[in-house]
C-alpha cells in the first residue's frame, strides 16, 4: 500500500479537476502547442501548390488526415490532463517535436521522408495512449487507453511498413493505416479479451473541445491571411488585379469565419448539456471539424493560384469551388451532430458553389479568375446574411 499510493497521487495530480471554473480551461501550453499546427497547415498548403493534381491531391488528403488525427487525439486528451502541470506541459512539448518532425517531412513524405513522418506520427500515437494510461491508472478511462493503445499499435505497423514500401504502393498501406486509425472510435474501440470502450465511458467536457476546434479553425484561415500576404510580397509589381484577388479572397475568409462562427459560439453554449453524449461530440469535433479546416486550407491555396496565374484552369477552379464546398460538408456533418439540424441552406448553398464551378470550368477560356473569385464569394456572402438572420432565432427554426 505505502509503494502505490504515492503513485496514486502523482497520477491524480496530472488530471484536471471534475468540476469549478479549471475545468473546461484551455491552457497556455495548448495554445503553444497548436502552434506547430500553424507551420504543418502552411506545409500542406504548400505541398498542395507544388502538385495541384488528382495524384497529388490524393496524398496530401492522406498527410492532412494524419496531422489532424495527431492534433485531434492531443485534444482530446488535454480534455483531461491539466495544463498547469509540469509534467503534462513536458508531454505537450515532447509531442510539439513529434508534430514539428512530421511537418518538416510533409513536402517529401511520398519520397525520401516518408520513415520520419511515419516515425513520428507513430511515435505520437502510441506515447500519448501510454502517458494517459498512467495518468488515468486505475479509472474506466485509463482502461479504455488502453483499447486505444492497441488500435494505434496496429495502425502504427502499417505506417511503418508503408514509409518503407514503395513510393507506388506507399499510398495504398497507408490509407490502410488511416482507415484504421478513424474507425476506431466508430468500433467502440473493441480489442478480442479486451471488451469495447464505448464512447458513453469517456467523459469529455464539451466546451473545452468546442473551444480547442474553434482555435484551430482560426489558425486555419490565419494560414490563409500569411499565404496572402507572402504572396503579395513575392510578386516584382502588384498589379490591380493581384490586389483584386487579395480583397475578394479577404472578403471569402471573413464571410467563412461568419458562417463559422454564428452559429458555433451560441450552438455550443446552448445544446452541450442537452446533448452533450460523447458520441455525438466525437462526430462534431473529430470528424467535421477536419473537413471544415480541410476547406479553410484548400481555400489558402485557391487565394495563392487566382493570385499568380491570369488563366483559369482545372485546379483553380476546383480549389476555388472545393475550398468552400469542404467547408459546407464539414457544417452540414457538424450541425446535424450537435443539433439535429437539416441545416437546408448549406445544401443550397453548396449546389451553387457547384453550379459555380461547373459553367466556370466550361467557360475558362472566355473568364477571369476575378469572375470565379466573386462568384462564390457572393455565393458564401448570401449564406452567411442568411445565417446571421437565423442565428437570432429559436434554436428549433429551420435553416
Known amino acids: 500500500m505505502s509503494e502505490t ?15 469549478g471554473p479549471r ?19 502552411i506545409q500542406i498548403s504548400h505541398t498542395l501548390l507544388a502538385d495541384p493534381t488528382w495524384s497529388g491531391a490524393a496524398q496530401v488528403g492522406v498527410l492532412y488526415l494524419a496531422v489532424w488525427w495527431a492534433w485531434n487525439y492531443t485534444a482530446w486528451a488535454m480534455n483531461w490532463l491539466d495544463p498547469r502541470n509540469g509534467w503534462v506541459r513536458l508531454f505537450n512539448a515532447v509531442l510539439m517535436l513529434a508534430g514539428l518532425g512530421m511537418a518538416l517531412a510533409l513536402p517529401h513524405a511520398f519520397d525520401e521522408d516518408g520513415l520520419l513522418f511515419a516515425g513520428c506520427f507513430v511515435f505520437a500515437q502510441l506515447l500519448r495512449p501510454l502517458f494517459m494510461m498512467y495518468a488515468a491508472r486505475g479509472k474506466q478511462l485509463g482502461r479504455n487507453y488502453l483499447h486505444l493503445f492497441t488500435w494505434s499499435a496496429v495502425a502504427g505497423v502499417l505506417w511503418i511498413v508503408g514509409a518503407l514500401a514503395p513510393e507506388d504502393a506507399r499510398l495504398w498501406v497507408w490509407l490502410l493505416a488511416l482507415a484504421i486509425d478513424y474507425l476506431a472510435p466508430r468500433a467502440d474501440f473493441r480489442v478480442p479479451g479486451l471488451g469495447s470502450a464505448p464512447m458513453s465511458t ?11 476546434n474553434r482555435l484551430v479553425f482560426i489558425i486555419a484561415l490565419g494560414e490563409s491571411i500569411l499565404i496572402m500576404g ?5 510578386l516584382d509589381v502588384i498589379s490591380t488585379s493581384a490586389v483584386v484577388v487579395t480583397i475578394l479572397g479577404f472578403v471569402g475568409l471573413l464571410v467563412q469565419w461568419w458562417n463559422y462562427f454564428a452559429i458555433a459560439g451560441p ?3 446552448d445544446h452541450s448539456g442537452e446533448r452533450g453524449e460523447t458520441r455525438v461530440l ?3 469535433f473529430a470528424y467535421a471539424h477536419s473537413v471544415m479546416v480541410a476547406g479553410a486550407i484548400v481555400v489558402a491555396v485557391s487565394i495563392e493560384l487566382r493570385t499568380t496565374h491570369d488563366h483559369l484552369d482545372g485546379p483553380m477552379v476546383l480549389t476555388t469551388v472545393g475550398g468552400p464546398l469542404l ?25 451553387l458553389l457547384v453550379l459555380v464551378g461547373v459553367l466556370t470550368y466550361a467557360a475558362r477560356d472566355e473568364l477571369e479568375p476575378f469572375a470565379l ?6 455565393v458564401m456572402v448570401g449564406l452567411a446574411v442568411y445565417t446571421q438572420r437565423m442565428s437570432s432565432r429559436p434554436a428549433s427554426a429551420p435553416r
Open 5 to 19: 499510493a504515492p503513485v496514486g497521487r502523482f497520477a491524480s495530480v496530472l488530471t484536471r479537476p471534475e468540476s
Open 202 to 212: 469517456w467523459p469529455v467536457d464539451a466546451e473545452h473541445l468546442a473551444e480547442r
Open 230 to 234: 507572402f504572396t503579395l510580397s513575392e
Open 327 to 351: 467547408y459546407l460538408v464539414g457544417n452540414v456533418l457538424y450541425l446535424r451532430s450537435r443539433t439535429g439540424q437539416v441545416a437546408r441552406s448549406r445544401y443550397i448553398a453548396g449546389g
Open 23 to 41: 475545468r473546461s480551461e484551455v491552457g497556455p501550453i495548448e495554445l503553444f502547442f497548436d502552434l506547430v499546427y500553424v507551420f504543418a497547415i
Open 373 to 378: 473569385g466573386l462568384s462564390t464569394v457572393l
Open 267 to 269: 450552438e455550443v453554449a
Open 282 to 284: 466525437r462526430s462534431a
